[in-house]
């Protein structure tokens, strides 16, 4: 196999440390026992433990800087790392390790996550939480400047170099033997990785499967009957709690609180009606045209004369045409639209039909007529008498029908049941 040749191998040579302290690691990550005396470390394994490790049980390697003169039997520690790489290969398929400052297990992320939430109210935990190993290759070659010394280059499972960046993010140049640790990876599949870098790179002295973690899941919130998520997938060296993006307001935050409609928000979002105290969204609340407090949308009405938005509470009835309206718009109880009504012919296709449908109507010798917010008023002049219609705009029953009579008399609503009288009774009504 010869993936190396054709790859951008450009791998800062920075990754160094001494053939010594190299040994020691493979030592541990192996597993072997060693005992040292001076310059000389001695290494062997119990072959009733390991019998499928072949001969020799024992080495002895000199650990000393100047290797050139050894005693008899006494290997140099590149024959010492020789040995163990052919051990680890045969035992895992290579040398494993993890990076040491990486959390392994999900308790060791939740406490970390949920700090950095506050939940007005409410709870949160894990909704589900998964970690899943990745594998990175260590290869390490001797130094060709410094036979003391061995180089380590990163890359990841498809043999792609890893950059400084991430090497220094995920921690793997600081790796610990992975020992007793659990992992998913058989040494077949480990097989498979190493075999990659076999043959290409003759200088290799020993290859490690360094296993970085990610963790991929979600935080649920709970307030009340509601519940939101976050959800976050990282490594979990570098995993952070992710923000809430409350969908109300467009924020992101890590502290949560329920509107009074249940709804889970950004805390910094919320704001007090300034009539009732309820908790809704800040950029929900609307101005109270009448009195100028910040309340709640649900509690105000739109007057359909002046457009107005203004606390329910404040509306008022118009005595002519009996809607409600804005006071701002009434004069002598009649609003703006009843008093500002222009004059209209009976042939007026506003009115026609409705003298139509009325022929009681047709006596009146003048009318005018307006449509306003919906609303149809028609008022018919008598000489002594007048009436006004309040018509939906999309129907043809009137809904509200007042009357004034005299030159000093005010608007009176008339009773439903008095309106044939007044009007006659309608000529199609039943058809409808
Ligand atoms: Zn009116």
Not at 130 to 145: G, M, Q, S, W
Not at 212 to 229: H, N, P
Request: glycine share 6%; charged share 20%; hydrophobic share 40%.
């Amino acid at each position: 196999m010869n993936v190396m040749a054709d790859k951008p191998t450009v791998v800062e040579d920075s990754h160094r440390e001494s053939l010594v302290a190299f040994l020691e690691f493979a030592v541990e990550a192996v597993g072997v026992a060693q005992s040292q005396e001076g310059d000389l470390v001695t290494l062997e394994f119990n072959h009733r433990e390991h019998p499928a490790w072949p001969r020799p049980y024992q080495v002895r390697v000199s650990v000393a800087t100047d290797s050139a003169d050894l005693p008899r039997r006494v290997v140099p520690a590149t024959e010492g790392i020789a040995w163990l790489w052919k051990l680890a290969q045969l035992e895992r398929g290579a040398l494993l390790a993890r990076p040491a400052s990486q959390p392994e297990a999900v308790h060791e992320i939740t406490r970390a996550l949920f700090e950095a939430y506050q939940v007005d109210g409410g709870q949160m935990h894990l909704a589900g939480c998964r970690i899943n190993e990745v594998p990175f290759l260590r290869v390490t070659e001797l130094a060709t400047d410094d036979p003391a010394q061995v180089v380590h280059r990163f890359y990841n499972a498809e043999m792609q170099p890893v950059s400084d960046d991430e090497v220094a993010s995920l921690g793997l140049a600081e790796v610990v033997p992975l020992g007793n640790h659990p992992t998913s990876f058989t040494r077949s599949a480990v097989h498979v990785l190493v075999n990659q870098i076999e043959e290409a790179m003759p200088g290799v002295v020993a290859a490690t499967v360094v296993i970085a973690k990610r963790a991929e899941g979600a935080i649920q919130f709970e307030i009340g009957e509601q519940c939101a998520q976050v959800s976050f997938n990282d490594w979990t060296r570098s995993l952070s709690a992710p923000p809430f993006r409350c969908a109300a307001s467009g924020r992101e935050t890590f502290h949560l609180a329920a509107l009074e409609d249940g709804r889970i928000v950004a805390a910094e979002a919320i704001a007090e009606c300034e009539h009732t105290g309820t908790r809704v969204l800040d950029s929900e609340l609307v101005t109270c045209t009448s009195t100028g407090k910040r309340v709640d949308p649900e509690i105000t009405s739109r007057c359909a004369v002046s457009d107005s938005v203004l606390l329910t509470d404040e509306m008022a009835t118009c005595k002519t045409c009996g809607q409600q309206v804005s006071p701002a718009v009434l004069d002598a109880g009649s609003c703006q639209a009843c008093r500002e009504l222009p004059l209209a012919r009976a042939t007026d296709e506003l009115i026609a039909p409705l003298l139509e449908r009325y022929p009681r109507l047709q006596q009146y010798g003048k009318f005018r007529a307006g449509q306003c917010g919906g609303v149809l008023r028609v008022m018919a002049h008598g000489w002594w008498r007048r009436l006004l219609l309040a018509v939906p705009s999309d129907e043809s029953q009137p809904m509200h029908l007042a009357m004034r009579q005299g030159l000093a008399g005010g608007w009176e609503q008339v009773p439903e049941a008095d309106w044939p009288q007044l009007l006659g009774q309608p000529s199609d009504g039943a058809t409808e």
